[in-house]
C-alpha cells in the first residue's frame, strides 16, 4: 500500500512538521497571494483565512482598494515575515524559489 501526503513538501519536512518550526526551517510563500476574495458583504479580503478585510467594494473601487498602502504592507509583512503560524496549515503554502527569496531579502 502508497501513502501520499500532500502537499509534496511536507514530506521532506515531516520533523520540522511534527515539532512545529516549520517557518523557522524554511523560506515559504503563498501561491494565492495575488489572488483576492470578495466576500458576500463586498469585502475584499487577500486571504480566506486570515479574513483581514482591506475595504469593500460598496464603498471604494476594487482597484483602490487592493492597491491601498494596507493591502500592500499586508503583503509585504506575510513575504518578510515567512508568512503567519496559520499559514503553516494551508494547503496555499509552498517552499519560495531561491529567485523569488532573494527578492524578499531586497523588500
Ligand atoms: S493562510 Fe497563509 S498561505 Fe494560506 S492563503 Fe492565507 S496567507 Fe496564503
Known sequence: ?????DPPY???NL???YEGTLL??????CHIMNTATIAP???VLNCIHIRKPFGNILDAPFEEIWNSEAAN???RQLLKNNLTP???NC???SPAPRSVTRKIQSL
Open 15 to 17: 520533523r520540522a512538521c
Open 73 to 75: 504592507t499586508f503583503r
Open 10 to 12: 511536507l514530506m521532506d
Open 1 to 5: 500500500m502508497d501513502v501520499f501526503i
Open 86 to 88: 496559520l499559514c503553516e
Open 24 to 29: 523557522t526551517a524554511k523560506k515559504f510563500i
Open 91 to 93: 494547503p496555499f503554502m
Open 41 to 43: 458583504n463586498g469585502d
